[in-house]
């Protein structure tokens, strides 16, 4: 359900400029955390500063006194948060920004109080992320996308231009499954990051934090063809030197790609091979990490391809792979 807005984050905002400024800084500074997640942060913490401007009736936070909110205080936030519609999942982010910026107070030898002393997180289930099946994704690349490129290349008008869209979009389906990126690195990969002849892909993932993991046979192919193909294209439109632009993966006009083309290119795709409700660049990386496991890979290795900094955050894949296991049990052993 969707959490209904708070009426009073104008006068919350007018007064985050001080300490939740250089929260923030810090998060960029120190953290190395992307501008998304600070954004996320800001907007969690608008909302919390919302909540006590109208609990309290000031006119803004200036020179407020955070030792002031109490744990009850506290809960009267998170019922107001269950009041507008928001999810367990949520409210137990928005109370972890609140920990992690209280904790920043108190660094700063900024009184804070007990404020989380006897607070019970909000409980909420585990979800299982969707992924295709195997079957699924050998459909997708050894049948959806060659339809599509064959379409593009009857003889018309715009079929250079059609072709270069769907090399492109190839290449980008086989690196979300293949190597299992996010939208954001995908978006930001250079010409330089990808190293066709060792096989690997240099990648800034969240907190810039950079990893290199491999590519496959089947993405290496596509991307030489795909970046021969770019460079007639560009050539033969006049449009440019396909070798002096620097993204990987670029629009017909020569600009960045970005992540909404990368939504809609994915959905396209997607919609003749599975009917899971969202079809988005995000079921291949969990493909990715879910075949993977199933094909016997060490958890380890699939963590630190994903880019995660916590082996629990991949292990969510795990249960995937326990359902197919006890599946294949049930069907094979006598005493199942």
């Given at each position: 359900?969707?959490?209904?807005p708070?009426?009073?984050?104008?006068?919350?905002?007018?007064g985050?400029?001080?300490?939740?400024?250089?929260?923030?800084?810090m998060?960029?500074?120190?953290?190395?955390?992307?501008?998304?997640?600070?954004?996320?942060?800001?907007?969690?913490?608008?909302?919390?500063?919302?909540?006590?401007?109208?609990?309290?009736?000031?006119?803004?936070?200036?020179?407020?006194?955070?030792?002031?909110?109490?744990?009850?205080?506290?809960?009267?936030?998170?019922?107001?948060?269950l009041?507008?519609?928001?999810?367990?999942?949520?409210?137990?982010?928005?109370?972890?920004?609140?920990r992690?910026?209280?904790?920043?107070?108190?660094?700063?030898?900024?009184?804070?109080?007990?404020?989380?002393?006897?607070?019970?997180?909000?409980?909420?289930?585990?979800?299982?992320?969707?992924?295709?099946?195997?079957?699924?994704?050998?459909?997708?690349?050894?049948?959806?996308?060659?339809?599509?490129?064959?379409?593009?290349?009857?003889?018309?008008?715009?079929?250079?231009?059609?072709?270069?869209?769907?090399?492109?979009?190839?290449?980008?389906?086989?690196?979300?499954?293949?190597?299992?990126?996010?939208?954001?690195?995908?978006?930001?990969?250079?010409?330089?990051?990808?190293?066709?002849?060792?096989?690997?892909?240099?990648?800034?993932?969240?907190?810039?934090?950079?990893?290199?993991?491999?590519?496959?046979?089947?993405?290496?192919?596509?991307?030489?063809?795909?970046?021969?193909?770019?460079?007639?294209?560009?050539?033969?439109?006049?449009?440019?030197?396909?070798?002096?632009?620097?993204p990987?993966?670029?629009?017909?006009?020569?600009?960045?790609?970005?992540?909404?083309?990368?939504?809609?290119?994915?959905?396209?795709?997607?919609?003749?091979?599975?009917?899971?409700?969202?079809?988005?660049?995000?079921?291949?990386?969990?493909?990715?990490?879910?075949?993977?496991?199933?094909?016997?890979?060490?958890?380890?290795?699939?963590?630190?391809?994903?880019?995660?900094?916590?082996?629990?955050?991949?292990?969510?894949?795990?249960?995937?792979?326990?359902?197919?296991?006890?599946?294949?049990?049930?069907?094979a052993?006598?005493?199942?």
């Open positions: 359900m969707k959490e209904a708070s009426h009073c984050t104008d006068k919350a905002d007018s985050l400029t001080g300490r939740v400024a250089g929260f923030l800084g998060l960029g500074s120190r953290r190395n955390l992307s501008s998304n997640t600070i954004v996320a942060y800001r907007t969690d913490l608008l909302q919390f500063h919302a909540f006590f401007v109208s609990h309290y009736a000031l006119e803004s936070l200036d020179g407020f006194d955070y030792a002031r909110i109490t744990p009850s205080d506290a809960r009267l936030f998170m019922a107001d948060l009041r507008r519609g928001t999810g367990a999942r949520s409210i137990a982010r928005k109370i972890s920004t609140v992690t910026f209280f904790r920043y107070l108190e660094e700063q030898g900024v009184p804070t109080g007990s404020l989380f002393s006897g607070i019970v997180m909000p409980r909420y289930a585990t979800k299982i992320p969707g992924f295709l099946t195997e079957k699924q994704a050998e459909k997708l690349f050894s049948e959806v996308i060659p339809a599509a490129s064959a379409l593009s290349g009857r003889k018309n008008a715009d079929a250079t231009e059609k072709l270069f869209e769907s090399e492109r979009d190839r290449c980008i389906l086989e690196l979300l499954y293949g190597s299992g990126l996010r939208v954001s690195e995908l978006t930001g990969l250079e010409i330089g990051d990808i190293d066709l002849a060792t096989g690997f892909v240099k990648l800034t993932g969240k907190g810039r934090k950079q990893r290199i993991v491999p590519i496959g046979k089947p993405a290496a192919e596509a991307l030489k063809k795909y970046f021969e193909v770019r460079r007639n294209f560009f050539r033969i439109n006049g449009t440019g030197d396909a070798d002096a632009l620097s990987a993966f670029v629009t017909r006009t020569g600009k960045k790609i970005y992540p909404m083309l990368v939504q809609r290119l994915t959905r396209k795709y997607l919609v003749s091979v599975t009917e899971q409700k969202k079809k988005n660049p995000h079921i291949l990386r969990h493909s990715f990490a879910t075949h993977l496991l199933n094909s016997g890979a060490d958890i380890n290795s699939v963590s630190e391809m994903l880019g995660h900094n916590n082996l629990s955050t991949t292990e969510i894949y795990t249960h995937v792979t326990f359902e197919r296991l006890r599946d294949v049990y049930r069907k052993h006598p005493n199942a």
